[in-house]
C-alpha cells in the first residue's frame, strides 16, 4: 500500500456540477433542475496522462448515461440527472474515487 500512496497524488479528481438553473430557482424553486456532474481525471505527468487518456478510451462510445471527453492533461467525465439528488451525487462520487484509486493501482503497475 506504501507504494500506492505516491501514485495517487500522480492523479487528480476534482468534481463540477452543470446546470440551467438560475439563483432565482435555487432560492425560490428548490434545486430540483437537470444538472451534469463533471468529473475531470487529470495526470501530473506524461506517463499518468498516457494511463488515463487509455482509461478514457476505453470508456468513450455510445452511452446514454455519460459522456467521456479527452483533455491535454486527461479526462472527463459527464453525467447528466434529471433532478439534482444528493444520494445518487454520493454514489457517483464514491465510483469516481474508487476510479482514481483503481487508476492508482494501474500506474504504480507500471512503475514496477
Known amino acids: 500500500m506504501d507504494k500506492v500512496k505516491p501514485m495517487?497524488?500522480?492523479?487528480?479528481?476534482?468534481?463540477?456540477?452543470?446546470?440551467?438553473?438560475?439563483l432565482w430557482n435555487v432560492v425560490f424553486k428548490g434545486f430540483d433542475e437537470e444538472v451534469t456532474l463533471v468529473s475531470r481525471f487529470d495526470g501530473k505527468e506524461g506517463e499518468s496522462i498516457k494511463a488515463i487518456h487509455k482509461f478514457g478510451n476505453l470508456l468513450r462510445g455510445d452511452y446514454d448515461n455519460f459522456q467521456v471527453e479527452l483533455t491535454n492533461s486527461g479526462i472527463l467525465i459527464k453525467k447528466t440527472l434529471p433532478t439534482n439528488?444528493?444520494?445518487?451525487?454520493?454514489k457517483w462520487s464514491e465510483l469516481m474515487h474508487s476510479i482514481k484509486d483503481e487508476m492508482a493501482s494501474i500506474l504504480n503497475g507500471f512503475k514496477n
Open 8 to 22: 495517487l497524488d500522480s492523479v487528480d479528481l476534482s468534481f463540477g456540477l452543470e446546470s440551467s438553473a438560475t
Open 85 to 90: 439528488d444528493i444520494s445518487t451525487i454520493r
